[in-house]
C-alpha cells in the first residue's frame, strides 16, 4: 500500500500546490488541505494544532518551509510524522527527490593542510588564534610555513603551543635544519623533503611530504618510493600542482602518471598555487581540484588563504571535499548534493513567471508590499498596484513612501537584495538575506524556524 501524505497549505498557494502535485505524478497518494489561513508561510505548528482536526489517515504532513513553531511538538500532538517542505512550492519535486536519496555530508576522506605562511612574523597567541580560525573552517593539520632568510626563534615554542591545544601540525620549510627542529618539537608531517634530504626521515618521527628533487623530475619520486616503502615508513608524495600558464596541464597529467605507477601511495595536492594565483572565485577551484582528489584518490591538499580573494578558500575545499566524496559513494555527478559552492549563481533562481506573480497580486487585499523577481525584473505589489522594473529607482515615485522613512528604508534594502538576485541569477526571498553560500561570512543568523522573527529596526518606534 503506497504512502499517504497530508500537504497543509493557504488560500493563495492551494491551486499552485494542487498543479504542482498532478504534475509530479507522485507514487503516493495525497490530500491538500488549506488550513484557512491566506499566505502559507504565516502558518505556525501552534495553529495547525489547533485547526486541524482531521489528519485523512495520512502517513505524514507535509507543511510550509517556512512553517515556524515546534514540528516535533506537533507530531506528538496529531500523533503523525509532521516535517518542512520546501520554502518555495516550485522545489517540491527536487525536495522529494533528494528525499529519496538521503545525502550525508559528515563524511570525507580527504585531510585539509592549512598553511600559516608567516607564521615566523606572528606571536605564539596569533597562530594558535589563526589555528582554530583554519580548525573552524575543516582544516585537519595546520601547516606552519617557514620564510626564507626569516629567522624563526619561537618555532618550537609554537608547535608545541598548537600540540597543547590539540592540533595536528606539520612544518613547511625547504631547509633541513627546520625540518628538524619542527620535527624534534612534536611536528606530526615535513613538508617537503626529495631524494638527496631523505636521511631527515631517518632521524625523526614526523611522516614526511616527498617532493621531486628537481621540478617536473618524476624519477627522483619513483626513487624516493621505492627507497622509503623498502623501509616500511610512511610517507606522502606530492608531485606538485603549477600555476596556470607555467605547467598546470603538464603538472596534472603528471599526477595522474604518479598515481598509475603507485596505485596505493598516500598523495598530496597543493590546491594554493591555483587558488592563490588566479583571480577568478576560489569556490569553482575547489570543486574541480577536489573532484581530481576524488578521481585520483588523493587523500591530502595543502591550501593557503593568502590573498585577500582567496579569504574562503579553506572552507570552501571543506565543502568540495564531502560533496565529492557523496557523489562517489553515491555513484553519482556532483549536482544537487549541496549548494553551498554555488555562490554567485543558482540552479533554479525564479521559481515564478511573471503571469504566476501576477496571480498572486490580484488575490492580496492589503497595504502591504510584497517583493519578487522572474526572468523580467523585479515585481513588488500590495492591493493599491502592481509594479515592475530592472532598475529599483524606477518603483520609488510610485510607491508613495515618502513620508515613512523606516519604510522606504526597509523597501530600498529588499529591492537591492531583489536587485542583485536578478543581476546574478539568485533566489530572492524576502525578508532575508541572499544566500552566497559557504563563501561570505554573513552577520544574520540562521532562520530558526521555532521561535518567530523579531521586528526589524525599521518597525521599532524611537
Given at each position: 500500500?503506497?504512502?499517504?501524505?497530508?500537504?497543509?497549505?493557504?488560500?493563495?498557494?492551494?491551486?499552485?500546490?494542487?498543479?504542482?502535485?498532478?504534475?509530479?505524478?507522485?507514487?503516493?497518494?495525497?490530500?491538500?488541505?488549506?488550513?484557512?489561513?491566506?499566505?502559507?508561510?504565516?502558518?505556525?505548528?501552534?495553529?495547525?494544532?489547533?485547526?486541524?482536526?482531521?489528519?485523512?489517515?495520512?502517513?505524514?504532513?507535509?507543511?510550509?518551509?517556512?512553517?515556524?513553531?515546534?514540528?516535533?511538538?506537533?507530531?506528538?500532538?496529531?500523533?503523525?510524522?509532521?516535517?518542512?517542505?520546501?520554502?518555495?512550492?516550485?522545489?517540491?519535486?527536487?525536495?522529494?527527490?533528494?528525499?529519496?536519496?538521503?545525502?550525508?555530508?559528515?563524511?570525507?576522506?580527504?585531510?585539509?593542510?592549512?598553511?600559516?605562511?608567516?607564521?615566523?612574523?606572528?606571536?605564539?597567541?596569533?597562530?594558535?588564534?589563526?589555528?582554530?580560525?583554519?580548525?573552524?573552517?575543516?582544516?585537519?593539520?595546520?601547516?606552519?610555513?617557514?620564510?626564507?632568510?626569516?629567522?624563526?626563534?619561537?618555532?618550537?615554542?609554537?608547535?608545541?603551543?598548537?600540540?597543547?591545544?590539540?592540533?595536528?601540525?606539520?612544518?613547511?620549510?625547504?631547509?633541513?635544519?627546520?625540518?628538524?627542529?619542527?620535527?624534534?618539537?612534536?611536528?606530526?608531517?615535513?613538508?617537503?623533503?626529495?631524494?638527496?634530504?631523505?636521511?631527515?626521515?631517518?632521524?625523526?618521527?614526523?611522516?614526511?611530504?616527498?617532493?621531486?628533487?628537481?621540478?617536473?623530475?618524476?624519477?627522483?619520486?619513483?626513487?624516493?618510493?621505492?627507497?622509503?616503502?623498502?623501509?616500511?615508513?610512511?610517507?606522502?608524495?606530492?608531485?606538485?600542482?603549477?600555476?596556470?600558464?607555467?605547467?598546470?596541464?603538464?603538472?596534472?597529467?603528471?599526477?595522474?602518471?604518479?598515481?598509475?605507477?603507485?596505485?596505493?601511495?598516500?598523495?598530496?595536492?597543493?590546491?594554493?598555487?591555483?587558488?592563490?594565483?588566479?583571480?577568478?572565485?576560489?569556490?569553482?577551484?575547489?570543486?574541480?581540484?577536489?573532484?581530481?582528489?576524488?578521481?585520483?584518490?588523493?587523500?591530502?591538499?595543502?591550501?593557503?588563504?593568502?590573498?585577500?580573494?582567496?579569504?574562503?578558500?579553506?572552507?570552501?575545499?571543506?565543502?568540495?571535499?564531502?560533496?565529492?566524496?557523496?557523489?562517489?559513494?553515491?555513484?553519482?555527478?556532483?549536482?544537487?548534493?549541496?549548494?553551498?559552492?554555488?555562490?554567485?549563481?543558482?540552479?533554479?533562481?525564479?521559481?515564478?513567471?511573471?503571469?504566476?506573480?501576477?496571480?498572486?497580486?490580484?488575490?492580496?487585499?492589503?497595504?502591504?508590499?510584497?517583493?519578487?523577481?522572474?526572468?523580467?525584473?523585479?515585481?513588488?505589489?500590495?492591493?493599491?498596484?502592481?509594479?515592475s522594473a530592472i532598475d529599483p529607482f524606477d518603483l520609488y515615485p510610485k510607491l508613495q513612501v515618502e513620508n515613512d522613512a523606516g519604510h522606504a528604508f526597509y523597501l530600498?534594502?529588499?529591492?537591492?537584495?531583489?536587485?542583485?538576485?536578478?543581476?546574478?541569477?539568485?533566489?530572492?526571498?524576502?525578508?532575508?538575506?541572499?544566500?552566497?553560500?559557504?563563501?561570505?561570512?554573513?552577520?544574520?543568523?540562521?532562520?530558526?524556524?521555532?521561535?518567530?522573527?523579531?521586528?526589524?529596526?525599521?518597525?521599532?518606534?524611537?
Amino acid at each position: 500500500m503506497s504512502e499517504h501524505i497530508l500537504f497543509l497549505t493557504g488560500k493563495l498557494a492551494e491551486k499552485q500546490l494542487r498543479q504542482i502535485l498532478k504534475k509530479m505524478q507522485p507514487e503516493f497518494s495525497y490530500t491538500v488541505h488549506q488550513i484557512g489561513v491566506k499566505v502559507a508561510a504565516l502558518m505556525t505548528a501552534d495553529m495547525i494544532g489547533r485547526r486541524l482536526k482531521d489528519t485523512f489517515n495520512a502517513d505524514r504532513i507535509i507543511i510550509p518551509g517556512r512553517c515556524r513553531g515546534d514540528i516535533e511538538e506537533l507530531s506528538k500532538t496529531l500523533s503523525v510524522p509532521v516535517e518542512r517542505g520546501p520554502d518555495e512550492l516550485k522545489d517540491l519535486p527536487l525536495y522529494f527527490g533528494k528525499q529519496a536519496l538521503h545525502i550525508d555530508l559528515t563524511h570525507y576522506d580527504v585531510k585539509i593542510f592549512a598553511e600559516i605562511v608567516d607564521a615566523p612574523n606572528l606571536a605564539i597567541e596569533e597562530v594558535v588564534q589563526r589555528a582554530y580560525y583554519y580548525q573552524n573552517n575543516g582544516a585537519n593539520i595546520i601547516d606552519i610555513g617557514c620564510l626564507p632568510d626569516t629567522p624563526f626563534a619561537h618555532m618550537e615554542d609554537i608547535i608545541r603551543a598548537l600540540k597543547l591545544e590539540g592540533f595536528k601540525v606539520s612544518i613547511d620549510s625547504l631547509e633541513t635544519a627546520d625540518l628538524l627542529r619542527g620535527a624534534k618539537a612534536g611536528a606530526d608531517y615535513m613538508l617537503s623533503l626529495h631524494e638527496s634530504t631523505l636521511w631527515v626521515a631517518d632521524e625523526v618521527d614526523a611522516i614526511p611530504v616527498i617532493i621531486p628533487e628537481k621540478h617536473t623530475d618524476i624519477g627522483s619520486l619513483d626513487r624516493a618510493i621505492t627507497l622509503l616503502q623498502n623501509k616500511n615508513k610512511a610517507f606522502i608524495v606530492d608531485p606538485i600542482l603549477d600555476p596556470i600558464h607555467f605547467g598546470f596541464t603538464e603538472s596534472v597529467v603528471r599526477y595522474h602518471t604518479v598515481r598509475q605507477k603507485h596505485p596505493e601511495i598516500e598523495m598530496m595536492l597543493g590546491v594554493g598555487n591555483i587558488t592563490e594565483l588566479t583571480h577568478a572565485d576560489t569556490a569553482g577551484m575547489n570543486a574541480i581540484l577536489l573532484g581530481m582528489c576524488s578521481e585520483l584518490n588523493i587523500k591530502q591538499i595543502l591550501a593557503t588563504e593568502v590573498s585577500q580573494h582567496a579569504g574562503r578558500a579553506i572552507k570552501e575545499a571543506d565543502v568540495a571535499r564531502r560533496i565529492m566524496y557523496a557523489a562517489k559513494e553515491n555513484n553519482t555527478l556532483p549536482k544537487h548534493i549541496n549548494p553551498d559552492l554555488m555562490a554567485l549563481h543558482e540552479t533554479s533562481p525564479f521559481p515564478y513567471q511573471l503571469a504566476e506573480i501576477k496571480e498572486f497580486a490580484a488575490q492580496v487585499r492589503d497595504p502591504s508590499f510584497r517583493i519578487q523577481i522572474s526572468t523580467e525584473g523585479v515585481h513588488i505589489y500590495n492591493r493599491d498596484g502592481f509594479h515592475s522594473a530592472i532598475d529599483p529607482f524606477d518603483l520609488y515615485p510610485k510607491l508613495q513612501v515618502e513620508n515613512d522613512a523606516g519604510h522606504a528604508f526597509y523597501l530600498g534594502v529588499e529591492l537591492a537584495r531583489a536587485e542583485t538576485a536578478w543581476q546574478l541569477g539568485k533566489r530572492f526571498n524576502q525578508d532575508q538575506s541572499l544566500d552566497w553560500g559557504c563563501a561570505a561570512k554573513t552577520s544574520e543568523q540562521t532562520v530558526d524556524l521555532h521561535t518567530f522573527k523579531p521586528a526589524g529596526t525599521t518597525f521599532k518606534k524611537s
